[in-house]
């Protein structure tokens, strides 16, 4: 029996490019098992997910699938920051490396390349030069921005810096060489698929555009956003099962849920104590507060075991938290792309606390842009704004959810089915 061997790479910027492939990955195994089931196909299926900041959270996604093998992998991109904020000149500082990274990464790499079918980049142009030099005739890059437009955003005049030095000339002269050796290796994709504009902002698709005038790959944008809806009882249900195993009190049918999504970034890491000690103090409320992988000492975690108005877990075991978001009345989130998928895909109303990073503001942008808006206006979502008083500002935002009838447009989901059936099943099959 012969093996069919997908191998998919994730850069390390946050858990965001981790949940993108998920969902891809498994619809490629459900339309494997089916079709295998029915008969119409006699092969094995190998998918290796190569991703070294989230390794344990890739171990948890595809825990019930062993056709997937996650592996660890640093495939060297990522943004360093400080104070919440991307520092520039640790970053470029830190980016250095790549040029030279070509070659050891390469090497790394080639042992799971070897007689791959289907290569699929999501944000690591380190791979698909890989994948180009292993002989891999199909090279998929997802991605809702680009590592070299975002080098350049970030040194440009419209980033944002409060807490860190502001780009020199020097630094941009640097991001630019940086960012020409990267695009170069972005370029060697055989077809690239991108996001609609909340998702992948307008700077980010000329710049592909750019790109493929020069390349020739392919580039086509997803019908909608990954992932679907869940019944919102079965999500509670979901809740409630990891709240028991974290020995918190379960929530009930009609308690009304939000959730506090910070994502991967370190900016909300100061605030979350605070926080905890704000809602443990007031003892009750109109909500109950959820958070999501907070990154706070076991001390606090305990304090929130007996907390009749808090709630907390780490990763949904099997699944991004986009299966249980349909039990939230609201998220309190950041402009990720991850998360902003997650929400719109569930159905589930979204209030994004603004972070000074050059491409989370863009999305923040798109999703105000969108007609109708994805997000309503909110001074208080300002940083400094939140950040001085976030037990009264999440007040607000809960308020105005719960009293008006804001709803999220309409935005097409699973278009990971229409990327395995289109794109990716008739390659592994016949590419």
């Keep these: 029996m012969t093996t069919k061997h997908i ?16 969902y891809v990955v498994r619809a490629i195994v459900e339309k494997w098992r089916e079709e295998v089931k029915n008969g119409d196909y006699n092969f094995e299926l190998k998918i290796w997910v190569l991703n070294e900041a989230a390794y344990e959270f890739n171990c948890g996604l595809y825990s019930d699938l062993p056709e997937v093998c996650p592996k660890t992998l640093d495939s060297l991109i990522k943004l360093k ?25 390469n090497q790394k ?25 292993a002989g891999v005739n199909n090279v998929i890059t997802l991605f809702d921005h680009s590592w070299a437009r975002t080098l350049i955003g970030i040194c440009s005049d419209e980033a944002e810096y409060d807490y860190n030095p502001n780009p020199t000339l020097q630094d941009r002269d640097e991001a630019e060489r940086l960012a020409a050796e990267i695009a170069s290796d972005e370029a060697r994709a055989t077809e690239v698929f991108l996001f609609q504009h909340y998702i992948t902002p307008p700077e980010f698709r000329k710049h592909w555009e750019g790109l493929q005038e020069k ?16 019944d919102p009882k079965d999500s509670l249900e979901i809740l409630n099962q990891m709240f028991d195993e974290l020995k918190q009190k379960p929530v009930l049918k009609g308690d009304k849920l939000v959730l506090i999504s910070p994502g991967g970034t370190p900016v909300w890491d100061d605030l979350l104590p605070q926080m905890i000690d704000q809602y443990i103090a007031r003892n009750s409320s109109n909500y109950i507060l959820v958070f999501s992988n907070p ?7 305990n304090k929130m075991k007996n ?51 050059w491409q989370v503001r863009l999305i923040e942008r ?22 001085s008083k976030p037990m009264r ?16 447009p309409k935005i097409d989901a699973g278009a990971e089915s229409w990327l395995v059936d289109r794109h990716i099943w008739p390659k592994l099959i016949h590419g």
Aim: net charge neutral; proline share 6%.
């Design 393 to 408: 500002r999440i007040d607000k935002f809960f308020k105005f959810f719960d009293k008006t009838k804001w709803q999220l």
């Design 307 to 357: 907390s009749p108005s808090i709630r907390w877990y780490d990763f949904v075991p099997r699944s991004t938290q986009q299966i249980i978001m349909p039990a939230f009345k609201l998220v309190v989130t950041r402009a990720g792309g991850g998360t902003v998928n997650d929400c719109l895909a569930s159905n589930t109303p979204f209030v994004c606390v603004e972070e000074h990073q």
């Design 366 to 387: 798109e999703c105000k842009n969108h007609k109708p808006p994805l997000i309503p206006e909110f001074e208080e979502t300002q940083w400094e704004n939140f950040k």
């Design 109 to 133: 790499v080639q042992f799971y390349l070897e007689n791959c079918n289907i290569a699929i980049d999501i944000g690591v142009p380190l791979f698909v030069r890989s994948a180009e030099f």
């Design 81 to 105: 920051k400080c104070n919440g904020e991307v520092h520039v000149p640790d970053t470029l500082d830190y980016l250095k490396r790549y040029e030279n990274a070509r070659q050891s990464y």
């Design 7 to 22: 191998c998919v790479a994730c850069n390390e910027d946050g858990f965001g490019p981790s949940a993108f492939v998920y």
């Design 295 to 301: 990154k706070v000492k076991d001390e606090y975690k």
């Design 215 to 230: 390349a020739g790959f392919k580039l086509d944008f997803l019908r909608g956003v990954l992932g679907n809806r869940h």
